[in-house]
């Protein structure tokens, strides 16, 4: 149980274009989903929490209209990376938290973004 | 600023050893403690929770919590190299229906054939 699924597990885009992840709980309801950059050789850091049904909650200096999040249904939480640079290349990460269950965070595989 | 603290590392240990990795936090009022497994390349995977004082026993892997010396470590019992990886001690602080965690840097382990 408490599997969660990323997709696409890799990709590779040009300067400026917009990426999308997505993010899944396959057998469970999460109300709440966690996106996370990770740089090499660096820990986690967190970029914002979703919550179904509402808009998300930003961390400080994580820009909103750049990153844009979409927590659409108990299942599916979507990470849009709009007109991407070299710099936003990185492992992105969510998590989700089962309704009803305890707090624990459920991590998908992770999604390795290279903007060339 | 809510801080979680580990050793970097890296922690090297011969084989069947018991590998010692420990952490402190920063918020007193910190109710949930988590140790993740991070293998170079992937997402971190849960290995235990602990949430009172005291040991909590999985298999080869013990976490002990100390919430008056805020101090939460993992044990790891006949350390086999499969377990070289990072470790990352996550806490979770108080605030109600605020989910989010704290991750330390992570603490790198080699276990030794």
């Known amino acids: 149980g408490a599997v969660v699924s990323q997709h696409p597990s890799r990709v590779i885009c040009k300067s400026g274009t917009s990426v999308k992840i997505e993010c899944r709980s396959l057998?469970?309801?999460?109300?709440?989903m966690f996106w996370y950059r990770q740089f090499p050789k660096q820990s986690l850091m967190l970029m914002a929490t979703?919550?179904?049904?509402?808009?998300?909650?930003?961390e400080q200096g994580v820009e909103k209209d750049k990153f844009l999040i979409n927590h659409a249904s108990l299942t599916l939480s979507t990470l849009t990376v709009t007109s991407a640079h070299p710099e936003d290349s990185s492992f992105y990460i969510c998590?989700?938290?089962?309704?009803?269950?305890?707090?624990?965070?459920?991590f998908g595989p992770g999604t390795r973004l290279t903007v060339l | 600023q809510k801080e979680v603290e580990q050793n970097s590392g890296p922690l090297s240990v011969p084989e069947g050893a018991i590998a010692s990795l420990n952490c402190t936090y920063s918020?007193?009022?910190?109710?949930?403690f988590f140790w993740y497994r991070q293998y170079s390349g992937k997402s971190p995977e849960l290995i235990m929770s602990?949430?009172?004082?005291g040991d909590k026993e999985d298999g080869r892997f013990t976490a002990q919590l100390n919430k008056a010396s805020q101090y939460v470590s993992l044990l790891i019992r006949d350390s086999q190299p499969s377990d070289s990886a990072t470790y990352l001690c996550a806490v979770r602080g108080s605030g109600g229906s605020n989910y989010k965690l704290t991750f330390g840097k992570g603490t790198l382990l080699t276990v030794n054939p």
């Open positions: 602990i949430y009172s004082n």
């Open positions: 979703s919550n179904e049904g509402s808009k998300a909650t930003y």
């Open positions: 057998d469970f309801q999460a109300t709440t």
């Open positions: 918020d007193r009022v910190s109710q949930s």
């Open positions: 998590s989700a938290i089962s309704a009803g269950g305890t707090d624990t965070q459920y």
